[in-house]
């Protein structure tokens, strides 16, 4: 199944979830509260979608607190001027 009836994306595995909720947070500049938090797996479709509901992803915590988050996006940014 590519598709699911929620209209979300979806991501076949927890594992990939996860990269994608925490490239979300590189990418865009979310306010504190807003974009998604967690990743769920669904009823619908058995795989895994983001949301912005629910206690935050461990793993996505971690690396906003470490900075990690904050460093790759200023990557991005210079990548973005090389071009
Ligand atoms: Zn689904």
């Given at each position: 199944?590519?598709?699911?009836?929620?209209?979300?994306?979806?991501?076949?595995?927890?594992?990939?979830?996860?990269?994608?909720?925490?490239?979300?947070?590189?990418?865009?500049?979310?306010?504190?509260?807003?974009?998604p938090?967690?990743?769920?797996?669904?009823?619908?479709?058995?795989?895994?979608?983001?949301?912005?509901?629910?206690?935050?992803?461990?793993?996505?915590?971690?690396?906003?607190?470490?900075?990690?988050?904050?460093?790759?996006?200023?990557?991005?940014?210079?990548?973005?001027?090389?071009?």
């Open positions: 199944m590519t598709k699911c009836n929620t209209g979300k994306r979806l991501y076949t595995s927890e594992a990939l979830a996860e990269d994608a909720l925490i490239g979300a947070h590189i990418n865009f500049d979310y306010r504190t509260g807003s974009g938090v967690a990743i769920y797996k669904c009823d619908e479709c058995g795989n895994y979608h983001l949301t912005s509901h629910g206690e935050m992803n461990k793993r996505l915590a971690l690396q906003l607190q470490s900075g990690f988050i904050q460093k790759q996006k200023q990557a991005a940014r210079w990548q973005d001027k090389l071009k």
